[in-house]
């Protein structure tokens, strides 16, 4: 249940993903422990019904159709660059422990279980950390010095998502073949990493959207630099699950 303040145009989205983060969560980890080869099928059955349905919600929201555009108006909206707030953080492991530690409160104020939260913390760290550093951009980039912007998403994000549905949709009919099972627990563990940034991005909305003070004391920008690793997340994830 969503507290009071969370209530409002965002909190039926993140409501959704989050009950959707927490079932795929325990879905992947009852199927480590699960010996039964037809309940294990019967697991990536449920597991790959609902990574299919939450893609399917995904498809539609703004910061998946057109990420950049979602990003420009965050960074706009608190006239700060996010990317630059970023590197901040990858450069300083104190801040970046507070943001975290901020991030995740969030993620349980909004009903998401302790191991998925685990999960979705290192993936925003490692999406942070991940960063090219200031001397792999002056030695790689054509633009030496300029500030460094967010992944360029190439073919559309909201495309790429769609083609994943497909090969999930495809999997169905795979799904008791034992050789598929390595192949096909990874590629669901993108689509988790694909929600959790999409419900980063959701949760900050709808936090923000009332005024709460996301990262607790961090500063306003935050809920920009959680969106813009959000959605770096998301398109990680992406990629991940369809490798």
Known sequence: MLPNRFEGSAALFVREISLMVNDLDLLLDDFEVQDD?????????RAVLLSIRGLNVLVQEPFVTNPDEYLMVMQERFDQNPW?????????????????AAECR???????????????????????RGFPAEEEIATESPHAGEIWEPTDYGESLRGRMQSLI????????????DDRHRKLIARLAGVFETLGG???????AAAGAVGTPVTAGLS????????????????????????
């Open 37 to 45: 080869k037809r309940n294990r099928g019967r697991l990536l059955e």
């Open 84 to 100: 630059v707030v970023q590197e901040e953080l990858r450069q300083d492991s104190t801040t970046l422990t507070l943001f975290l």
């Open 106 to 128: 969030l993620l349980s104020d909004l009903g998401v279980s302790e191991s998925a939260v685990s999960r979705i913390r290192g993936a925003l760290e490692g999406a942070i």
């Open 166 to 177: 497909e090969t999930l949709t495809h999997e169905l009919d795979r799904l008791y073949d």
């Open 198 to 204: 999409a419900l980063l991005v959701a949760g900050n």
């Open 220 to 243: 306003a920008i935050g809920a920009a630099v959680s969106s813009a690793a959000g959605i770096e997340i998301i398109s990680r994830g992406v990629d991940r699950a369809k490798n």
